[in-house]
């Protein structure tokens, strides 16, 4: 069982950044590809960013690519979303995921969820 617990949401204007961190509990965090999803309010929760266990591989979705970066410190147990350039349609509530499988770009692939953080981007 692994246990995500995601920090570093909050209100911020367009253009200014963020970081997600995604504290994981697994004993062996390097097994686990990462993912960050987001869901706005009245929308499908939608992929954002993955990055395999290793963090050799990435993939980020087209709203966000050149703008988020995601990484992983594996020491430390610790998966981010450095977001820059914030738009107020990033507004969502952001979720880590961990998957023992490969790296993924769709929801349904990972196991295990974080709580989530608020990201709200104002105009």
């Known amino acids: 069982q692994v246990q995500l617990v995601e920090s570093g949401g909050g209100e911020v204007q367009a253009g200014d950044s963020l970081r997600l961190s995604c504290a994981a509990s697994?004993?062996?965090?390097?097994?686990?590809?990462m993912g960050w999803f987001r869901q706005a309010p009245g929308k499908e929760r939608e992929f954002v960013a993955a990055?395999?266990?290793?963090?050799?591989?990435?993939y980020y979705a087209d709203s966000v690519q050149g703008r988020f970066t995601i990484s992983r410190g594996n020491a430390k147990n610790t998966g981010y979303l450095q977001m820059n350039s914030l738009k107020p349609e990033d507004t969502a509530v952001y979720y880590c995921?961990?998957?023992?499988?490969?790296?993924?770009?769709?929801?349904?692939?990972?196991?295990?969820w974080g709580q989530g953080t608020q990201v709200t981007v104002s105009s």
């Open positions: 995921a961990a998957t023992a499988g490969g790296i993924s770009n769709t929801g349904v692939s990972y196991e295990y």
């Open positions: 990055i395999s266990g290793s963090g050799i591989s990435v």
């Open positions: 697994a004993r062996t965090f390097s097994r686990y590809a």
